[in-house]
T-cell receptor, first 112, second 115 residues
Framework: GNSVTQMEGPVTLSEEAFLTINCTYT??????LFWYVQYPGEGLQLLLK?????DKGSNKGFEATYRKETTSFHLEKGSVQVSDSAVYFC???????????FGAGTTVTVRA | NAGVMQNPRHLVRRRGQEARLRCSPM?????VYWYRQLPEEGLKFMVY????????ESGMPKERFSAEFPKEGPSILRIQQVVRGDSAAYFC?????????????FGPGTRLTVL
C-alpha cells in the first residue's frame, strides 16, 4: 500500500537555525509528493509540491527534492523564524489517484 | 477569492446525537474531499464527491457516516449517533479538476468533541 513516514517530533529550534524534517514514502508507481503546514488553530496549507523525480519544490524559503532512489522528500529551511512554528505534514498522491496519504505530522517550535 | 469554508469550527455533541459538518468549496471547484484527523495522527481520507455524486467512500466507516454534495449548497458530512471515538478534526478539501492534476485546498476544519 501507500504510506508516508516522517520524522517524529516535537522539534525545538532557535531562530535562524537550520531545519530539516525527514520524510520517506512507500508507493507503487510515481506519486506526487507534498508538504502541508498547519499553523495553530488553522487548517492545512499547501507549502510545496513535486510531481516527478528530481523535481525541487520551494516556497517561503522551504525546499524539498523528490528523490526516487531513496524514496524521500525531506523538507529543509536554512534559517527559521518564530513564525515558522507549526505542524508540518508530508503527503503523497499515487499516480492516477486522488487520495492524499499523510504522515503523522511533525511539530516544530522556533524560539526567539 | 475566498478559500474553502467549513462550519462550524467547533462542535460539541453528546453521545447518541447527530453531527452535521458543512463544507463550501472554493469558487469554481467541483471536487470535494473529506479527511479525518484523529489525535496525534495524520489525516485519513474518508470520501470524495463531485456535484450530486459520491465517487469514492472507501474511507468512510460503514455505519453512521454519510456524505453528500448537492447541486446547490455546501457538502455535508453527517454522523449519526455519535460516539466518543468520533471526536476528531474533520477537514474538507476541494479541487478544480481531478486531484491527480489539480492541488487540493483545505478548509480550516471542524473540531468535533463528543461528550
Amino acid at each position: 500500500g501507500n504510506s508516508v513516514t516522517q520524522m517524529e517530533g516535537p522539534v525545538t529550534l532557535s531562530e535562524e537555525a537550520f531545519l530539516t524534517i525527514n520524510c520517506t514514502y512507500t508507493a507503487t508507481g510515481y506519486p506526487s509528493l507534498f508538504w502541508y503546514v498547519q499553523y495553530p488553530g488553522e487548517g492545512l496549507q499547501l507549502l510545496l509540491k513535486a510531481t516527478k523525480a528530481d523535481d525541487k519544490g520551494s516556497n517561503k524559503g522551504f525546499e524539498a527534492t523528490y528523490r526516487k532512489e531513496t524514496t524521500s522528500f525531506h523538507l529543509e529551511k536554512g534559517s527559521v523564524q518564530v513564525s515558522d512554528s507549526a505542524v508540518y505534514f508530508c503527503a503523497l498522491i499515487p499516480f492516477n489517484d486522488y487520495k492524499l496519504s499523510f504522515g503523522a505530522g511533525t511539530t516544530v517550535t522556533v524560539r526567539a | 477569492n475566498a478559500g474553502v469554508m467549513q462550519n462550524p469550527r467547533h462542535l460539541v455533541r453528546r453521545r447518541g446525537q447527530e453531527a452535521r459538518l458543512r463544507c463550501s468549496p472554493m469558487k469554481g471547484h467541483s471536487h470535494v474531499y473529506w479527511y479525518r484527523q484523529l489525535p496525534e495522527e495524520g489525516l485519513k481520507f474518508m470520501v470524495y464527491l463531485q456535484k450530486e455524486n459520491i465517487i469514492d467512500e472507501s474511507g468512510m466507516p460503514k455505519e453512521r457516516f454519510s456524505a453528500e454534495f448537492p447541486k446547490e449548497g455546501p457538502s455535508i458530512l453527517r454522523i449519526q449517533q455519535v460516539v466518543r471515538g468520533d471526536s476528531a478534526a474533520y477537514f474538507c478539501a476541494s479541487s478544480r479538476g481531478t486531484p491527480d492534476t489539480d492541488t487540493q485546498y483545505f478548509g480550516p476544519g471542524t473540531r468535533l468533541t463528543v461528550l
